[in-house]
């Protein structure tokens, strides 16, 4: 493979909406879906209403990357061996002698190394992006109360709770019912959570569309708030800019389901009308699968394999699904390292929004958490006579391994020419050769690691 990627060499450009082409203020959005789902819980499953009260520090909890194992309440860090880095019951982070006596070094129960786990099972959820991330820190206190509430409760059953709050607050038809308290907040302040696209950014996508590029927005947010968001970073005439927009697209299902499964559906006033049995043009659709829609990349570009890229947030919905299912380029956007300025959290918000909002803030989530450490590498902390080892952790393997670069927005490469030679992740490079436009500090000052 080459060492090096180019958007000039790609055909086809496309984006997921959330976290990728629209960037929250995570101060603000974090502390909202945190409220919609603990509200319902307090209010519709009499859950102690000591959930809706968090404070500044509670936020350091939150940590990409996690895993809750569901029945037993732990969450857990992985190495990329499968070996449990640190973990918690609830919020209550287990001291080395209960992690090595509950995980002993040997590799987590569910943990299967090759095309990766599934972040979703009926056993276990992993926590991969800003949307799933405040959830962590509801379910470790929801943890924590049943355990006190219950003597020491060992087992639980709160996540069927937790499903019928998404379906409350983020069903198909809660954006126009104005169900839950997220959508109607968002639609009342949008400014408040919603990062506008810089003019770069706007710039950067005209400049690929103008060098004949096919443009995609493939999203798994409904068509009414993919409106909103698009029209308040990007402009009234958004839908110019894109050929293909899909939104409902259920990732990671929109790549690795089979055609028959997921048909695209057309809309008429953001309601699905009619199922297709295959794609035959650019417009706005519905749900849908990478097969039909590869097919009319190829009648659209008159190539039998056109280059696709993706650029997105979560590795289990974007990243992952698009290069194993669909072999697509891809980018992974990864504000972690937006945080990482040597412990210093980049600006999260512009300055005219600072002392705008008052409250209780979230820490900025892609920031270092005290409690779980890097996402990126660790250390086992050692027991008696031993020395700390250091590992990659699990989320830092799945991106060299399926992200073909990673950078903290868009922004970053926007001014950059489009025949730009990124250096790729790959095998033959180094681990840390396809982050730009720098490797994590950690990482850096780390080159030499070598995997235990």
Same mark, same amino acid.
Request: aromatic share 12%; net charge negative; glycine share 6%.
């Given at each position: ?12 450009? *496309? ?21 919609? +789902? ?21 936020? &350091? ?6 895993? !809750? ?11 990329? #061996? ?28 569910? +943990?299967?190394? /090759? ?28 943890? /924590?109360? !049943? ?41 009342? /302040?949008?400014?408040?959570? !919603? ?28 068509? /009414? ?11 009234? &005439? ?9 939104? #409902? ?33 650019? *417009?706005?659709?519905?749900? *849908? #699968? ?5 097919? !009319? ?13 993706? +650029? ?56 270092? @958490? ?11 902390? *050692?027991?008696? #006579? ?8 699990? @989320? ?6 399926? @992200?073909?670069?990673?950078?903290? @927005? ?43």
């Amino acid at each position: 493979m080459a060492q090096h990627f180019s958007l000039a060499a790609c055909d086809v450009v *496309g984006f997921d909406l959330d976290h990728t082409l629209c960037r929250y203020n995570l101060p603000e959005s974090a502390v909202l879906i945190y409220n919609s +789902f603990a509200q319902f819980l307090v209010k519709e499953k009499g859950y102690d209403k000591e959930l809706l009260t968090v404070t500044p520090e509670d936020w &350091d909890f939150c940590c990409k990357g996690l895993a !809750l194992d569901l029945e037993d309440g732990n969450f857990i860090k992985l190495a990329d #061996n499968g070996t449990v880095l640190r973990a918690s019951h609830g919020t209550k982070m287990m001291a080395p002698e209960a992690l090595a006596e509950e995980y002993g070094g040997k590799e987590w129960k569910y +943990f299967m190394s /090759d095309t990766g786990m599934a972040c979703r099972s009926g056993k276990y959820y992993f926590y991969d992006n800003y949307f799933d991330l405040p959830g962590a820190l509801l379910c470790a206190r929801v943890v /924590d109360s !049943l355990t006190k509430q219950n003597n020491g409760q060992k087992t639980f059953d709160f996540w069927k709770d937790i499903v019928a709050g998404i379906q409350h607050n983020y069903k198909m038809s809660a954006f126009k019912e104005n169900c839950g308290i997220y959508f109607p907040e968002i639609k009342r /302040d949008p400014g408040r959570y !919603l990062h506008t696209c810089p003019e770069s950014v706007k710039k950067w996508l005209r400049q690929l569309k103008n060098a004949g590029k096919i443009l995609l927005l493939i999203t798994s947010s409904h068509s /009414d708030y993919c409106r909103l968001l698009c029209e308040y970073i990007l402009g009234n &005439d958004f839908t110019d800019l894109f050929d293909i927009v899909i939104t #409902n697209a259920l990732k990671p299902g929109f790549f690795s389901h089979l055609p028959s499964q997921r048909p695209f559906w057309t809309l008429e006033n953001d309601e699905e009308q009619e199922a297709l049995p295959s794609l035959d043009k650019p *417009g706005w659709y519905s749900q *849908g #699968n990478a097969v039909h829609l590869y097919e !009319l990349l190829k009648k659209m570009t008159g190539k039998s394999e056109p280059k696709v890229v993706y +650029f997105g947030d979560s590795m289990h919905s974007d990243i992952f699904p698009a290069r194993h299912y669909s072999n697509w380029e891809t980018v992974l956007i990864l504000e972690e390292l937006r945080g990482d300025r040597d412990g210093k959290p980049e600006e999260s918000e512009p300055l005219e929004k600072k002392g705008k909002y008052e409250g209780p803030k979230a820490k900025p989530l892609n920031t270092l @958490s005290k409690k779980w450490g890097s996402f990126f590498i660790d250390s086992v902390s *050692g027991l008696e #006579n031993t020395e700390d080892s250091l590992f990659y952790t699990w @989320s830092c393997k799945r991106i060299s391994t399926y @992200s073909t670069i990673a950078i903290p @927005s868009i922004e970053a490469i926007a001014e950059l020419p489009l025949d730009y030679k990124f250096s790729r992740f790959s095998s033959s490079n180094s681990k840390t050769a396809g982050y730009y436009p720098n490797p994590p500090s950690i990482l850096s000052n780390n080159e030499t690691l070598t995997a235990k």
